[in-house]
């Protein structure tokens, strides 16, 4: 996929849309949703995205609870949205 990048964007607002309030999602969930076989080639893009996402305010990327710079936190992450 070349540029997935938008539509990772997208796909991470529609899945935390039908979520309940401060519910989380994995950004795995959005790279599965844009391409369900080749998921894990996008999961540092779909990583990036959620960081994107955080920095205009819409989520939070968190780690074990804690609001976390994706950019710098290793391991797994979980995005919600901003402000839960």
Known sequence: MEDA???LERAIAALLDVRAPGATIC???AA??????G???????????AGRLA???AVEVTQRGA???VAT??????VRRAGS
């Open 73 to 78: 936190a290793r391991g797994p992450v979980r």
């Open 55 to 57: 920095a205009a305010g």
């Open 67 to 69: 609001v976390v710079d």
């Open 5 to 7: 990048g938008p539509a």
């Open 27 to 29: 950004p795995s969930e």
């Open 39 to 49: 998921w894990r080639a996008l999961m540092p893009e779909a990583r990036a995205a």
């Open 32 to 37: 599965r949703a844009v391409d369900p076989e």
